[in-house]
C-alpha cells in the first residue's frame, strides 16, 4: 500500500525555521516525484516545491524560492522541507504528495494522486 506521512510542523516565530518530513512507503522510491503543498482553510493548495527522487531536479513556488529547500534521504525514503525565514504568511497546513515520474508534468496539485495527512505550520508574527 502506497503511504506518506508527513511530520515536523509546529508554531514558530517569524524568522525561524521548521523541518518538514515526509516518510514514503509501499512504492519504488527512485520512480517518483514528491511534492509539498500547503492549504490555507478556506483556500485551494498552493504548491510549495517539489523534487523528482530519481534525478534530483527540483521547483519552488516564488513565494519560497531562496527561503525553502527540498531534498531526499534515498536510503531512508524521505523527504525533507527546510524551512527558513519563515513568514506569518506561511502558516497552514503543509501536505506531501507522490506521483510517479512517468505521469509527471508539473509541481501542481492536479498531478499528484498519493497524498498524506496534513502538518500544521504555524508562524507568529
Known amino acids: 500500500e502506497v503511504q506518506l506521512q508527513a511530520s515536523g510542523g509546529g508554531l514558530v516565530q517569524a524568522g525561524g525555521s521548521l523541518r518538514l518530513s515526509c516518510a514514503a512507503s509501499?512504492?519504488?522510491?527512485?520512480?517518483?516525484?514528491i511534492g509539498w503543498f500547503r492549504q490555507v482553510s478556506g483556500e485551494a493548495h498552493e504548491g510549495v516545491s517539489c523534487?523528482?527522487?530519481?534525478?534530483?531536479?527540483?521547483t519552488y513556488s516564488d513565494s519560497v524560492k531562496g527561503r525553502f529547500a527540498i531534498s531526499s534521504d534515498n536510503a531512508e525514503n524521505t523527504v525533507y522541507l527546510q524551512m527558513n525565514s519563515l513568514k506569518p504568511e506561511d502558516t497552514a497546513v503543509y501536505y506531501c504528495?507522490?506521483?510517479?515520474?512517468?505521469?509527471?508534468?508539473?509541481?501542481?496539485?492536479?498531478?499528484?494522486?498519493?497524498w498524506g495527512q496534513g502538518t500544521q505550520v504555524t508562524v507568529s508574527s
Open positions: 509501499g512504492f519504488t522510491f527512485d520512480e517518483y516525484v
Open positions: 523534487i523528482s527522487i530519481g534525478d534530483g531536479s527540483t
Open positions: 504528495a507522490a506521483e510517479s515520474v512517468h505521469f509527471y508534468s508539473d509541481c501542481a496539485v492536479s498531478n499528484f494522486g498519493v
